[in-house]
């Protein structure tokens, strides 16, 4: 039976964590990488359908690439951080479920049906964008998860030849206190939300 987490990790996933827009100069290892996904990779998804692909953009080539996709903002963001991380999403993901859900043909659920499949892999791989973020965090590590970009050429730049599609990007690395906005308001229970 799962136990509480304690305030200091509460903190760190959810209440002190931010969204950074800069970063320290310190580098992000390959093995972080791999922990990142050894840990996301593990939450939720409609039949386990796992419909992410993510393109860690490292090399100065590859973040120049990206950002030349942007807003110039979010261009900046992305030159400047360590890691850069394209969230896409696999349309042919079903192709993978005789594997990742053998317990019925989920295949057959999903085959011909576009509607299904879109919305399918755009719900889950918002997910485990999400799933991305909190992994990181849970490493000791900061994101700056962002839109403001042309999915489009982000497409043709990085899935050309693929049926995989852009859904967000996403910064990563150790963040920089000075690059933070002052919390936005987040407000109360009663506010949001209705119990019925």
Sequence with gaps: MAQP??????????RTARTYNGYL????TTEQLD???ELMKYGPT???CLPTRLIWCVSQESKEKLAALTMPSNGEKILSAPVS???GMDM???EQLPELFPHADARSWF?????MIQSTAFRNSTLQGAYFMLAARALGLDTGPMSGFSNDAVDAAFFAGTKVKSNFISTLGYGDPASIFDRSPRPGFD??????
Excluded: H, P
């Design 5 to 14: 987490l304690n305030d200091a990790a509460l903190d760190q996933l959810f």
């Design 191 to 196: 506010r949001f939300n209705t119990v019925v």
């Design 46 to 48: 409609s039949a386990n």
């Design 111 to 115: 085959a011909g049906n576009d509607a």
């Design 85 to 87: 991380v394209i969230i």
């Design 25 to 28: 100069d310190k580098a992000v």
């Design 92 to 94: 042919e993901f079903y």
């Design 35 to 37: 922990a990142i996904w």
